[in-house]
Each structure stands twice: as structure tokens, then as C-alpha cells.
């Protein structure tokens, strides 16, 4: 079956340091990929997503590549704010024919002053 | 109004109450969900409904029951639940069959406690 692997929280980071959230798949086809984010007290926001491999998908200074060789869509940032603060979820879905999605355990981040 | 809403936003009730979450998608979306989030533990995918026909029930207890009365709509009834039944209670609306990288768009939740 599908599954995605996230690296386990808590990531604690200093203002401007370098961000990296691991995420590995497991899935047949040719999977679309996805992060979302969840502020406090809120839903879950689509923050990027590729629909196939070597797609580099970016938002708000996020980035993350489809790598389909090892199978792999970390998530990556330069400079992180305090604003960042947030629990990110790495997605996938299976491709034409099945729209559900897998959804990874969440990575909780908090960064500091 | 775009977006998919959710109401309401929070809820107390207690465990002899009936009451019931309401989400409202205006993306044209066909395809829409239930999901619950506990603290310390993963999205769980309570019922899909997809095309306003019920396509994935979880395992979900007869306590949740939930009502697809149209695309646009879903709701959540609940009656006699539990402690542990909180949770927040997230909606989510997508596109079915076939266009799946467009991925989900959710609601902010429901924070629903039970006393």
C-alpha cells in the first residue's frame, strides 16, 4: 500500500536558520506529492506540492523536489521565521484513478527569537 | 464566499447531547471528507463521500453518522459520545476520478469537547 514517512518532532530552530523536514514515500504509479502546513487553532493549508519527478514545488520560500530515485520530497527552507511556527504534513496521491490521500504523521516545528 | 467553511467553530457538549457539525464547500469540488485529529497522534480519515455517495467508512463508531445531502455540503451528526471523542474535526473537499495532484483543500475545523 501507499505510505509516507516524515522525520519525528519536534524540530526546534533558532530565527534564520537553515529548515530541512525529511519526507520518504512508499507508492506505485506515479504518485503526486504534497506539504501541508497547520497553524495553531487551524485546518491544514496546502504549502506546495510537484506532480512528478524532478517538479521543484515553492512557496512562501518553501521548497521541495520530487526525487523519484529516492523516492524523497524533503522539505526545505533558508531562513526560517518565528511565523514558520507550525505542524507540516507531507502527502501523497496514488495517481489517475484514486484521488485519497496518504498523509504522513506531521512534523511539528517551532522556531525561536 | 470561496473556500470550505466550517461551523461550528467550536463545540461543548455532553455525552447524553445530540449535536451536528455542518461543512460547506464553493469550489465545485465533487469529492468530500471527514477527518479527525487528536493530540500526540496522525490524521485519521473518518468517511469519504464521493459524487454525494458514501465510498469509505473507517471503522468509525455508530456514535458519528454522517449526511452528504448534496456536492456542496456534509455533515456530521453527532449522539452519545464519549472523552474521547474530542478532537478537532477537520473537513476537506477535493476533486474525484482521476485529477488527483490537485490535493485538498480543508476547513479550519471544528474544536468539539465532550464534558
Known amino acids: 500500500g501507499n505510505s509516507v514517512t516524515q522525520m519525528e518532532g519536534p524540530v526546534t530552530l533558532s530565527e534564520e536558520a537553515f529548515l530541512t523536514i525529511n519526507c520518504t514515500y512508499t507508492?506505485?504509479?506515479?504518485?503526486?506529492l504534497f506539504w501541508y502546513v497547520q497553524y495553531p487553532g487551524e485546518g491544514l493549508q496546502l504549502l506546495l506540492k510537484?506532480?512528478?519527478?524532478?517538479d521543484k514545488g515553492s512557496n512562501k520560500g518553501f521548497e521541495a523536489t520530487y526525487r523519484k530515485e529516492t523516492t524523497s520530497f524533503h522539505l526545505e527552507k533558508g531562513s526560517v521565521q518565528v511565523s514558520d511556527s507550525a505542524v507540516y504534513f507531507c502527502?501523497?496521491?496514488?495517481?489517475?484513478?484514486?484521488?485519497?490521500?496518504?498523509f504522513g504523521k506531521g512534523t511539528k516545528l517551532s522556531v525561536i527569537p | 464566499e470561496t473556500g470550505v467553511t466550517q461551523t461550528p467553530r467550536h463545540l461543548v457538549m455532553g455525552m447524553t447531547n445530540k449535536k451536528s457539525l455542518k461543512c460547506e464547500q464553493h469550489?465545485?469540488?465533487?469529492?468530500m471528507y471527514w477527518y479527525k485529529q487528536s493530540a500526540k497522534k496522525p490524521l485519521e480519515l473518518m468517511f469519504v463521500?464521493?459524487?454525494?455517495?458514501?465510498?469509505e467508512n473507517n471503522s468509525v463508531p455508530s456514535r458519528f453518522s454522517p449526511e452528504c445531502p448534496n456536492s456542496s455540503h456534509l455533515f456530521l451528526h453527532l449522539h452519545t459520545l464519549q472523552p474521547e471523542d474530542s478532537a478537532l474535526y477537520l473537513c476537506?473537499?477535493?476533486?474525484?476520478?482521476?485529477?488527483?495532484?490537485?490535493?485538498?483543500?480543508f476547513g479550519s475545523g471544528t474544536r468539539l469537547t465532550v464534558v
Open positions: 476537506a473537499s477535493s476533486q474525484s476520478q482521476g485529477r488527483s495532484n490537485y490535493g485538498y483543500t
Open positions: 507508492a506505485t504509479g506515479y504518485p503526486s
Open positions: 510537484a506532480t512528478k519527478a524532478d
Open positions: 502527502a501523497l496521491a496514488p495517481g489517475a484513478g484514486s484521488y485519497q490521500l496518504t
Open positions: 469550489l465545485g469540488h465533487n469529492a
Open positions: 463521500y464521493s459524487l454525494e455517495e458514501r465510498v
